[in-house]
């Protein structure tokens, strides 16, 4: 297994002041808590309520479609599952995962269990999610700036926000939504969809 998605953020170091990443001392110490990894062509990353945090999935049956995020990997390549929200930091303080590759990140909240039966709801759970991936991105680029990597120039990054397809798309707050979330990130995508294909 290839740790140099991991390495090449310096996450070990950036993190010094987290007691998770205080316990690596070796590449398979990641995997203990802080990330899992697959290399299978298609992944699935599923919100899992009982575990308490976004896990790797063999399938999707008697999950729903709408609760997984569907990876397509064609070269098969190492990718770590980050499990940040409910591991990393405290529950819904963060995005709930991201993953990574050598030259992708993509992070990751699943909104598909969020009660969405008003227009305000809906709006209010998109900007939760926004906000939570804006915050997570923010926090996690700070972190390897002060250990010198420049989070942008190493990897491309995204944002994914999952919803169960019981939503209605709103199609016109999305793109308010996805607008300022690439003003305010300084130039990254937010999407509104379940799934993403890796670079290859």
């Known amino acids: 297994m290839d740790f140099t998605p991991i390495d090449q953020l310096v996450l070990k ?3 010094s002041d987290n007691s ?10 990641f995997l203990t808590e802080l990330f899992e990894c697959k290399n299978r062509g298609q992944l699935f990353v599923y919100d899992d309520i009982e575990k308490g945090y976004s896990t790797y ?16 990997n064609k070269e098969h390549k190492d990718v770590f599952l980050w499990h940040i929200d409910g591991v990393l930091f405290a ?11 050598d030259v992708d990140m993509d992070f990751i ?4 269990n969020a009660i969405n039966n008003t227009e305000e709801a809906i709006k209010n759970n ?3 999610a926004s906000d939570q991936l804006l915050i997570t991105i923010k926090e996690v680029s700070e972190k390897c700036k002060s250990v010198g990597v ?6 491309n990054i995204k944002a994914f926000a999952v919803f169960n397809r019981s939503v209605p798309k709103n199609d016109a707050f999305r793109k308010s939504i996805s607008a300022k979330f690439l003003e305010d990130s300084k130039g990254i995508k937010l999407f509104f969809d379940n799934e993403t294909t890796l670079t290859t």
């Open 13 to 15: 170091e950036a993190f």
């Open 126 to 128: 998109y900007e939760k």
């Open 150 to 155: 420049e989070l942008g120039k190493v990897v």
């Open 20 to 29: 998770k990443f205080q316990n690596i001392n070796n590449g398979d110490d």
């Open 91 to 101: 529950k819904e303080s963060k995005c709930d995962c991201a993953i990574l590759t």
């Open 109 to 112: 909240e699943f909104k598909s």
């Open 57 to 72: 999935v063999e399938n999707t049956f008697g999950l729903g479609l709408d609760k997984v995020f569907k990876v397509h």
